[in-house]
């Protein structure tokens, strides 16, 4: 099954409201990793978290990796239009360091 | 530099048939990872590939296989096709605990 979850499952905000997904592993991650899935498109690497409590920006986006490195927040402030579709997280796993991704967050900006 | 391709883009396919479709990844990549995603959906894990050998397959059937080949090019066989099986299938490269970078997929359609 999943053991890397992610919530909420959809979100809609209005154009310019704040947005937050959530990601927890059942185990420690030695990267945390962000993709952005437009609709019609595919996933698109966005970010990549390495460091215990680290924090990195990339304009109205913020991503935060937990103290535990076991779970991990994406934080859109003022909502744009163009920031609609799907955010996952992942993380490589296991002995064998498999990259699992996340269930998944669905956005969806209403103008 | 080329990004990973994935043949053919489209793929219509009579219930009971045979499906195969293919991944180059990107030079210098040894990791394949299959995914399928249903409309709307998350990405279901498929197969993941490394260094030439199945690492992991997730909770699918047998009737789902791949292999990858010398060149890290990979293959997804889906034998026995039912309606159910009409999706989205991603595929995905990368090296050892380092970002994924997705195809553009391959639609396939069970009619």
């Known amino acids: 099954g999943q053991q890397v979850m992610q919530i909420p499952q959809y979100q809609h905000v209005q154009e310019g409201e704040d947005f937050t997904t959530y990601c927890n592993s059942s185990?420690?991650?030695?990267?945390i990793q962000w993709y952005k899935q437009r609709p019609g498109g595919h996933p698109v690497f966005l970010i990549q978290?390495?460091?215990?409590?680290e924090v990195k920006k990339q304009k109205r986006l913020t991503f935060q990796f937990g103290e535990a490195k076991k779970n991990s927040s994406l934080h859109i402030t003022a909502t744009q239009t163009t920031d609609v579709g799907t955010y996952f997280c992942?993380?490589?796993?296991?002995?064998?360091?498999?990259?699992?991704f996340g269930s998944g967050t669905q956005l969806t900006v209403l103008p | 530099e080329a990004g990973v391709t994935q043949s053919p883009t489209h793929l219509i396919k009579t219930r009971g048939q045979q499906a195969t479709l293919r991944c180059s990844p990107i030079?210098?990549?040894?990791?394949v990872y299959w995914y399928q995603q249903a409309l709307g959906l998350g990405l279901q894990f498929l197969l993941w590939?490394?260094?030439?050998?199945?690492?992991n397959r997730g909770n699918f059937p047998p009737r789902f296989s791949g292999r990858q080949f010398p060149n890290y090019s990979s293959e997804l066989n889906v034998n026995a096709l039912e309606l159910e099986d009409s999706a989205l299938y991603l595929c995905a490269s990368s090296r050892t605990n380092t970002e994924a970078f997705f195809g553009q997929g391959t639609r396939l359609t069970v009619v």
């Open positions: 185990t420690t991650l030695s990267n």
């Open positions: 992942a993380g490589p796993r296991g002995s064998a360091r498999q990259l699992t």
């Open positions: 590939y490394d260094e030439g050998e199945e690492r």
């Open positions: 978290l390495v460091k215990s409590g």
């Open positions: 030079s210098g990549h040894t990791s």
